[in-house]
């Protein structure tokens, strides 16, 4: 190859495993070079990325761990997670020069996919590119899968989801309105509140920040009692909602990020509650249910292009301000889905 075909490549390093909260020093920034010609024979594709996807599921990964659904980053490599890319040039059947797709990309300028069988090609492109990090993309699956597969809800259940003006909860609610549910949802502060209740149609939503009781707070909320708990925190949250089901209520439980950071987990004691009120608590990954993507795409497109589903996206610039991006997610300075723009298409 000749030198001409080289370019600098800026990558984003994870320097070492973490323990307690992340710093954006657990990452470094470093400038390497990469050849824009695909290797002939190999079946592998040049990836341009455009933007990256900050999600809380990254934050266990730069921990050590060989019993996780997500393989752990490696000290001294590129960090890796969800985009959206350009295809520079390809060796692969599948996948064509200029081709727009989604999937597991490297926090980098350009990225050489070895194995491009996981990534999807973007279909329709009058929607923002950056909606395939989000509401076209993995979060899109999980919400899709968590609630309407495990949650099975019917017109008039009560739901509650938590962490819900995030990437994944905003969906959530919105398909639970959609669906004739009552929806309340918790965040972090009043600006999200806010959002919950005048930009995604939540019936009632709360600062858990501002409660001192939880269970209480939820019996406020729910004097009936909760149908639907859309999981995404753990800890006193889970704990308390236990208290608050109704007979054959539903937990998906996607996420519980107050563990994330902790060195030893916070216990939960309504466990009982399981048994007594016959719920169903099922924890679930989005890559076991990737084969509804087409379902997702042709319930929501629709909704999007006729504004009865919304998105709100945090958007950083730069791949320098990918660290930031990222740690903030723990607490709680992103508002909505945060996404890092790397380059216009």
């Known amino acids: 190859m000749a030198d001409a075909e080289k370019v600098s490549n800026k990558q984003v390093i994870f320097k070492d495993y973490v323990s307690g909260f992340p710093k954006e020093s657990d990452m470094y920034l470093t400038i390497s070079t990469i050849n824009l010609k695909v290797p002939e024979g190999s079946m592998a594709v040049l990836l341009k990325n455009l933007y990256l996807s900050c999600?809380?599921?990254?934050?266990?990964?730069?921990?050590?761990?060989?019993?996780?659904?997500?393989?752990?980053?490696?000290?001294?490599?590129?960090?890796?997670?969800?985009?959206?890319?350009?295809?520079?040039?390809?060796?692969?059947?599948?996948?064509?020069?200029?081709?727009?797709?989604?999937?597991?990309?490297?926090?980098?300028?350009?990225?050489?996919?070895?194995?491009?069988?996981?990534?999807?090609k973007i279909p329709n492109t009058d929607?923002?590119?950056?909606?395939?990090?989000?509401?076209?993309?993995?979060?899109?699956?999980?919400?899709?899968?968590?609630?309407?597969?495990?949650?099975?809800?019917?017109?008039?259940?009560y739901v509650y989801v938590s962490a819900a003006s995030g990437a994944v909860g905003q969906l959530v609610g919105q398909f639970a309105k959609l669906s004739g549910c009552y929806v309340v949802g918790s965040a972090g502060s009043k600006e999200k509140v806010d959002l919950l209740k005048n930009k995604f149609g939540f019936d009632e939503a709360f600062n858990y920040k501002e409660e001192q009781d939880l269970v209480a707070c939820l019996k406020r909320y729910f004097p009936?009692?909760?149908?639907?708990?859309?999981?995404?925190?753990?800890?006193?949250?889970?704990?308390?909602?236990?208290?608050?089901?109704?007979?054959?209520?539903?937990?998906?439980?996607?996420?519980?990020?107050?563990?994330?950071?902790?060195?030893?987990?916070?216990?939960?004691?309504?466990?009982?509650?399981?048994?007594?009120?016959?719920?169903?608590?099922?924890?679930f990954i989005a890559g076991s249910y990737y084969h509804l993507y087409p379902k997702l795409l042709e319930m929501i497109l629709p909704h999007i292009k006729e504004e009865k589903v919304v998105y709100v996206e945090d958007i950083a610039e730069g791949l320098e301000s990918a660290p930031l991006a990222l740690i903030g997610l723990f607490s709680g300075r992103n508002v909505g889905k945060q996404v890092v723009l790397i380059a216009k298409e």
């Open 224 to 283: 009936e009692g909760i149908d639907i708990y859309f999981e995404n925190v753990g800890g006193p949250m889970l704990d308390a909602v236990l208290a608050n089901m109704r007979v054959n209520g539903r937990i998906a439980a996607c996420g519980m990020i107050s563990q994330y950071n902790l060195e030893k987990p916070v216990g939960v004691f309504n466990l009982m509650n399981i048994i007594k009120k016959q719920i169903k608590m099922q924890g």
């Open 127 to 157: 929607v923002p590119l950056s909606y395939y990090t989000g509401i076209l993309g993995m979060p899109g699956i999980t919400a899709y899968a968590g609630f309407f597969e495990i949650c099975s809800p019917k017109k008039g259940d």
């Open 55 to 120: 999600d809380p599921y990254m934050r266990p990964r730069m921990s050590y761990s060989t019993d996780s659904y997500t393989t752990s980053l490696k000290p001294g490599t590129v960090i890796n997670g969800y985009g959206v890319a350009k295809v520079l040039d390809s060796e692969h059947p599948n996948f064509s020069k200029g081709d727009l797709v989604w999937g597991f990309t490297g926090w980098e300028e350009y990225t050489l996919i070895t194995s491009p069988e996981a990534l999807f």
